[in-house]
């Protein structure tokens, strides 16, 4: 279980992606069953989906081997 600060900076990490609502979070947010993360920045939240696509295929690339 992690524990939250209440006052975070944009450098404290803890970003996520829910998946809920299609929307980057910041700290505190929705529970983590539904969202991906954490993440070090927003941007890289923000990519999490792409992420997850790509991994997804190599993945299934080399299932085929």
């Known amino acids: ?3 939250r600060s209440e006052r975070m900076s944009d450098d ?3 970003w996520w992606f829910c998946l809920r609502h299609g929307k980057v979070e910041h ?3 929705c529970p983590d ?3 991906m ?3 070090r920045t927003e941007a890289e939240a923000a990519g ?3 992420r997850a696509r790509q991994r997804n295929e190599t993945w299934d690339g080399q299932d085929d081997d």
């Open 48 to 50: 999490a989906l792409e």
């Open 1 to 3: 279980m992690t524990v």
């Open 27 to 29: 700290g505190a947010g």
């Open 33 to 35: 069953k539904d969202r």
């Open 12 to 14: 404290d990490g803890d």
């Open 37 to 39: 993360g954490p993440y």
